[in-house]
Each structure stands twice: as C-alpha cells, then as structure tokens.
C-alpha cells in the first residue's frame, strides 16, 4: 500500500497574503518559502515517519507541511505568535484527514516543559540507540545561541527531551554560528561555542540555505545544523563548570591559552596559578584559544579543581565582578607542593 499523502495546501506566499501575514522584526521572523528547501530539512533530520516530533516556531508553517509529508505519528509545534493559529490549524485539519495527529502549543519555548509533551513509553537508556523523538525548528537568529546552550546544559543533566534518551535536533543557525557550532581545533571559527557543542554532541552542518530564501531576506546566509547527543560526553565535570573553563580560555582570543585562564585567580597570585594549571594538564601556556581540543579544555578544567580543592578560597574569585581576595601566602611554595602532590591521572 502506498504512504497516504497530504490534501492539496496553499503554497506559503498565497497563505501570507491571504491572512495578510508579514514578518516580525522585533521577533526575528524570516519565513523560508522553498518548499524543496524545507522538504530537505525534514530529510536531514532523520526517520520521522511513525515517531513523535516537536517543531519550534513553525511560523506559517513552511517547514512543518514538510514535516507532515513525512508522516509522525504525532506533531507537536510550539508557536509564540497567534496570528499564525489559521494556517497552523489548517495544517492540523489537513493532517487528521489521514488520521494524523498535530497538537499547537500557542507559547514561549523558553517556558515551555518540553518533557511533558512526549509519552513515558517512548524513554529509552541514555545508551541504547536515540529515542523516536525529533527536535525540528527554524529558529529566530535572537535566540538561537541562547537556546543550544540551554538545551545543551539539558542534554548534559539528561532532562527535558533528553529525560528520554540521546533524542536528535535540527536546527538553523545564522551561517557563522552554524560554522562555530562545527568548528574544529586550528580552525578561525573556533570558540567556546565549539567547544561546549562537541563535549556533548555530535553537531553536523548539513547545507547552508541562502539568504534570498526567506521572507523578509536576512542579511546572512542560514546553516542548518543536526546535533546526535554522544554517548559518553567528553568530559565527566558538571556542564556550568566546563562552561566557565572554556569561557575563560576564550575570553582573550587572539592571545596565549594562559591569558584567559589566569582571569580564574585574583591578580596577586595569578600568574603563578596560571603556569600551575597548565602544567598539572601538562599543557603549553603558549597554546592559542583555537588550538586546545575539548580533551585539553577537559584537563584544563579537572586541573582547576584539584586547586579548588587544595585551595577553597580561590572559587570565590569573580574575574568580572572584580572581586578581591586576600592573595596566598608563598606562591611559590604552593605550586612546587601542589605539583608534588598531583592526583596519578594528572601527572606529567
């Protein structure tokens, strides 16, 4: 038997001008017209026939009838705007006439409790194979940054849609942050976006969607950008303290690795403390930002918390609050006596 199909729609530009419908700035909206472009998103983001899929900001719904096409058991889009709810329900009609199942959640997606959308039966073991969950959106330039990070930090803690897995995302970028997203060591694109990505992901940069595609048409070209969750992350420390580490390493970009990490310790003792990290990581304080793999970030980090340990004090320092502490006595004492007394796994 053949896969049952859509009814006929309203191509996406008849839609907006039939419900006189136009691009939000202050939402960051673009519409995406080409159906053959969304049709390749939905590809791209897996085997959505027969599995549970939550769409963000389907807008006038140019890639949710793409995601229709493919036949989920059940579609979930959550949409911010309600003037999109005709066209968004039409599509929910036109889906239950092949007995499909569409739900619209008229909300914001960063107050929306993603794991209560999707039904206990379809958890699996952060191990075994990735659930038959999908997360599809193209999201608005303003937000998309903030939210990988917010769901990274989820993925990290396995909850919200990682509550049930390695579950699979799909998402669009502005073409640079998709290429930062991707971005390898030695690479200029590198950043703590990169890195904070690949410790937890897989991330892919499928195609790259040009600018004139959309409506209104953004002054940049559009990534579009898959995320598998790994297996075992490559680090084993808590995702904000990573986060600091990697912020730090990259907040003087164009200097050596050590300049940001020794914004970590008051000014007193900061050089000493600095050259002390990198070598209980057994790294070279002359490394560039975009030189150090996510494995030297990670021994980087593991290093600041052996001298957190030896030394509480230290983790009340605030770079950019400008905190003071009292500076530690006879530095240079400490760092032959911590380095004598490096944990087996961290020696040189």
Known sequence: ???????????IRDILKLYRLSAIKRLSQNFLMDQNLTDKIAKKAGKLTGSQVLEIGPGPGGLTR????????????????????????MLAESFSVINGKMDIIYD???????????PAEKKRNWTDKPPDIFLIGNLPFSVSTYLIIKWLHAMAEQRGPWAFG????????????AERLVAQPFDEQRCRLSVMAQTWTFPSLHFTIPGEAFIPKPEVDVGVV??????KPRTQHDFKF???IARHVFSFRQKYSIRGIETLFPK??????????????????????????????NRLATAYKYLLKKHPELELYEYRTSRH???????????????AEMPEEMSI
Not at 66 to 89: G, N, Y
Not at 108 to 118: A, G, R, V
Not at 168 to 174: D, E, I, R, S
């Open 1 to 11: 038997m053949s896969a049952p199909r859509l009814p006929p729609l309203p191509t």
């Open 66 to 89: 793409s995601i229709l096409k493919k036949i989920p058991e059940r579609l979930i889009v959550v949409e911010k705007d309600p003037r999109f709810k005709p066209t968004l329900e």
């Open 108 to 118: 914001d997606i960063l107050k929306t409790n993603i794991e209560s959308l999707f």
């Open 166 to 177: 390695r579950t699979k995302m799909t998402l669009t970028f502005q073409k640079e942050v």
């Open 226 to 231: 898959s995320f598998v969750p790994l297996v």
């Open 242 to 244: 990573f986060a600091k």
């Open 268 to 297: 007193e003792n900061r050089k000493d403390l600095g050259l002390m990290m990198y070598k209980l990581a057994d790294l070279d304080p002359t490394l560039r930002p975009t030189q150090l793999t996510v494995e030297e970030i």
């Open 325 to 339: 502490l009292l500076p530690l006595k006879n530095t240079q004492d400490v760092v032959v006596e911590d380095c």
